[in-house]
């Protein structure tokens, strides 16, 4: 297999404009919720009832429908079906704003659903064995931009033309997206829609068969747990500084960048490495060790963040632990996708419905935690749980051999 970068490049444009599209609402909300009536507490419950719940519980069935279409098409599709939710909600009449903003957030989610298991599809695919690792990390540090550009560009927009407005540029952005996919990915070959000729009952069957394979499945346990911590970062990482740290909500704005960013930096360097040192060692040994590590890693730094008594050491530390979790996503990913071998999308979308159970729990757990016990105890606590999601790696065992062989 000849490496296609010009697939992870376009992979990478597809995963930053899905999150580019997906957190439009972020900024909308501002301007939009008090204009159509709702409360930011209503918001919230739409956003994590309408997108979230329909986005984690459709990745497995999303991750199948690439494999039996194809990424090409699949991509297309979910990137013009978010495209077609956001114009939706930028349309939205006023009389029925609430029921057709929740009805867009779903498709939103049912749509998106596709993009980061057949990614990881497509990865395998097209990208040689000694590669896949650091197109994986490209891809995953890619939709972390697209996330940080997301407020610099949709702020501009919205105070010159107004919130709807917001919603329309992005759907632009998503059908142009799904244009490209279109256009420039190619078709698959019969060799990656092998699955296609199978009677839809052999097909399922085998899927099932795959996702109750041992390994695949604590691979997944121990990738809930690191999303569990990464959430925490996520979602209340600017609260931490507001209440833990004592930080006005103007400078904390500027701090609470800081986990992104270095995430950004973090996942290809060390997506890169995985790969150079798989090279060496073999490419599963070499990622269970550098995933420990950057789980260890990552609850070293968020322990230190927690007793450090500086404000500044302690963003610093807590930052540099959710770069390590950055990087591990590639590691977890890549080794999903091997386990699951022709049915590398549905093995993506069960790591990836994982993942989200995981950030569901810590965002509802981390600010009752907080208040009962303080932050620096709650860091503490998820430190412990990036320690257990470090030591699951050991039970875990993956046949790199049947993949490089499958590839020639």
Do not use: K
Not at 215 to 233: D, E, G, K, T
Not at 374 to 382: F, P, S
């Amino acid at each position: 297999m000849r490496t296609n970068w010009r697939v992870v490049s376009l992979l990478c444009v597809v995963a930053g404009i899905a999150y580019l599209v997906r957190t439009d609402i972020a900024v909308a909300q501002e301007r939009m919720a008090p204009a159509i009536g709702l409360t930011m507490t209503e918001m919230g419950a739409i956003t994590a009832w309408g997108f979230q719940l329909s986005y984690a519980l459709l990745q497995v069935p999303a991750g199948l429908f690439g494999e039996r279409v194809g990424a090409r098409i699949a991509l297309a599709l979910a990137m013009l079906g978010g495209s077609l939710a956001s114009l939706v909600a930028g349309l939205m009449p006023a009389a029925a704003a609430t029921g057709t903003l929740i009805g867009s957030r779903i498709v939103l989610g049912v749509s998106q659903a596709a993009v980061f298991p057949v990614a990881a599809l497509a990865v395998s695919q097209f990208v040689d064995a000694a590669y896949r690792t650091r197109a994986l990390a490209m891809v995953i540090s890619a939709s972390s931009l697209g996330g940080a550009v997301a407020p610099l560009l949709m702020a501009p927009v919205m105070e010159q033309l107004g919130w709807r407005a917001v919603f329309v540029i992005s759907a632009t952005m998503g059908a142009a997206t799904a244009a490209a996919c279109l256009l420039f990915m190619p078709r698959a070959t019969p060799a990656h829609v092998v699955s296609r000729q199978q009677p839809a009952s052999g097909f399922f069957h085998g899927a099932r068969v795959l996702l109750g394979e041992p390994n695949l499945q604590r691979l997944s346990i121990a990738y809930l747990l690191h999303s569990a911590v990464y959430f925490v970062f996520v979602f209340w990482f600017f609260r931490y500084l507001t209440e833990g740290r004592g930080f006005t909500i103007l400078s904390s704005g500027v701090w609470a960048s800081l986990p992104n960013v270095a995430g950004f930096v973090a996942a290809p360097l060390i997506g890169t490495f995985v790969d150079r040192f798989g090279a060496r060692i073999g490419g599963a040994t070499a990622r269970r060790r550098v995933a420990m590590a950057c789980l260890l890693g990552a609850a070293a730094f968020a322990l230190t963040g927690a007793v450090v008594p500086g404000a500044v050491l302690a963003i610093v530390a807590l930052s540099l632990s959710s770069a390590c979790l950055n990087g591990a996503e590639s590691p977890f990913f890549t080794s999903a996708t091997t386990i699951g071998g022709p049915h590398a999308g549905a093995a993506a979308g069960l790591l990836n419905l994982m993942g989200n159970v995981g950030g569901v729990l810590s965002i509802w757990l981390a600010p009752q935690m907080s208040a009962a016990w303080g932050w620096n105890a709650t860091l503490l606590c998820w430190a412990a749980v990036a320690f257990v999601a470090a030591i699951l790696w050991l039970t875990v065992r993956v046949n790199d051999h049947a993949t490089t062989t499958r590839d020639r």
